[in-house]
Antibody
């Protein structure tokens, strides 16, 4: 079965950096696009970034463009999110999600919590 | 930029009743809309895609309809496990953006 396991969350000071990882299994990672989505405490869902299966296309949401970088290592079945210049408003649970039809998200990880605080 | 609204924000329903949730987009989307269910402390789960297609394992009491800018999720004969927050999500071609609605919380009346 499809499994997505995020890691790398924690507490970081404003202006700091963090790299999240998402280990994928149960499907052919190399042929599927992937996403990062986040959810601030008590708030709704916000799409952050998309990467095509071979890394040839990458898109970002406006709130993270220029600060966050999505990447993947297909040899390790792992998705990454490098987060720089973190702000208090980046505090959220970060989910990786498998792309479906290039339009939707059919499987989600359990998420990893990132807290930006001094 | 596509704007997505959902109504109502909260919905009180008794078990066994029908819940009707709405999602509206500021631009026509064809049928490029999905619905997700999220329970407290859990990740979202895909319910419906392409507006009206149930995802794998989703019970038939969930149905979706609509196209263009107006979409509806109907949950018939609500069960206790259906009380959750429901989000709609749309996709815009250019610039490529995936946008969620603010959610509708369905709770027990």
């Amino acid at each position: 079965q499809v499994q997505l396991l995020e890691s790398g969350g924690g507490v970081v000071q404003p202006g700091g950096s963090l790299r999240l990882s998402c280990a994928a299994s149960g499907f052919t990672f190399t042929t599927h696009s992937m996403h990062w989505v986040r959810q601030a405490p008590g708030k709704g869902l916000e799409w952050l970034a998309f990467i095509r299966s071979d890394g040839s296309d990458i898109y970002y949401g406006d709130s993270v463009k220029g600060r966050f970088t999505i990447s993947r290592d297909n040899s390790q079945n792992t998705l990454y999110l490098q987060m720089n210049g973190l702000r208090a408003e980046d505090t959220a649970t970060y989910y990786c999600a498998k792309d479906f039809w290039g339009l939707f998200f059919d499987y989600w990880g359990r998420g990893t919590l990132v807290t930006v605080s001094s | 930029e596509i704007l997505v609204t959902q109504s109502p924000a909260t919905l009180s329903v008794s078990p066994g009743e029908t819940a009707t949730l709405s999602c509206r987009a500021s631009q026509s989307l064809g049928s490029n809309l999905a619905w997700y269910q999220q329970k407290p402390g859990q990740a979202p789960r895909l319910l419906m895609y392409h507006s009206s297609t149930r995802a794998t394992g989703i019970p038939v009491r969930f149905s979706g309809s609509g196209s263009g800018t107006e979409f509806t999720l109907t949950i018939s004969s609500l069960q206790s496990e259906d009380f959750a927050v429901y989000y709609c999500q749309v996709y815009n071609n250019w610039p490529p953006q995936f946008t969620f609605g603010p959610g509708t919380k369905v709770h027990i009346k």
